[in-house]
Nanobody, 126 residues
Framework: QVQLVESGGGLAQPGDSLRLSCAAS????????MGWFRQAPGKEREFVAA????????RYADSVRFRFTISKNSAKNTVYLQMNNLEPEDTATYYC???????????????????WGQGTQVTVSS
C-alpha cells in the first residue's frame, strides 16, 4: 500500500522560509517521479516542482524557480520542498504526489500522477 505523508506546513511571513517533507512508502522508487503541487481556494491545482527519483533530475514552475528547491533523501524515502523568500501568492495547500514511469513532459500534469498525499497548508501573511 502506497502512502505519502506531508509535513512542515504552517504560517509564515513574506520573505520567510519553510521546508515541506513527504515521507513515502510502498513505492518502487527506481521508476518513480515525485512532484509537489499546490491548490489555493477557488483555483486549480498547479504544478510546483518535480524530481525523478532515479538520476535526480528536477523541474520547476516558473513562479517558484530560484526560490524553491526539491530534493530527496533516498535513505529515508523522503522528498523535500525547501521554500525560500515566501510570498503571499504562495499561500495554498501543498500536495505531494508520486507517478510511475513519467516522461519529462508529463511531470507538470497532475492527472499523470498515481498517488497523492493528504496535503499540508502553507499560509504566507504579514
Amino acid at each position: 500500500q502506497v502512502q505519502l505523508v506531508e509535513s512542515g506546513g504552517g504560517l509564515a511571513q513574506p520573505g520567510d522560509s519553510l521546508r515541506l517533507s513527504c515521507a513515502a512508502s510502498g513505492l518502487t522508487f527506481n521508476s518513480i517521479a515525485m512532484g509537489w503541487f499546490r491548490q489555493a481556494p477557488g483555483k486549480e491545482r498547479e504544478f510546483v516542482a518535480a524530481l525523478k527519483w532515479s538520476g535526480g533530475s528536477t523541474r520547476y514552475a516558473d513562479s517558484v524557480r530560484f526560490r524553491f528547491t526539491i530534493s530527496k533523501n533516498s535513505a529515508k524515502n523522503t522528498v523535500y520542498l525547501q521554500m525560500n523568500n515566501l510570498e503571499p501568492e504562495d499561500t495554498a495547500t501543498y500536495y505531494c504526489a508520486a507517478g510511475k514511469n513519467l516522461i519529462w513532459s508529463s511531470l507538470a500534469t497532475p492527472r499523470q500522477y498515481d498517488y497523492w498525499g493528504q496535503g499540508t497548508q502553507v499560509t504566507v501573511s504579514s
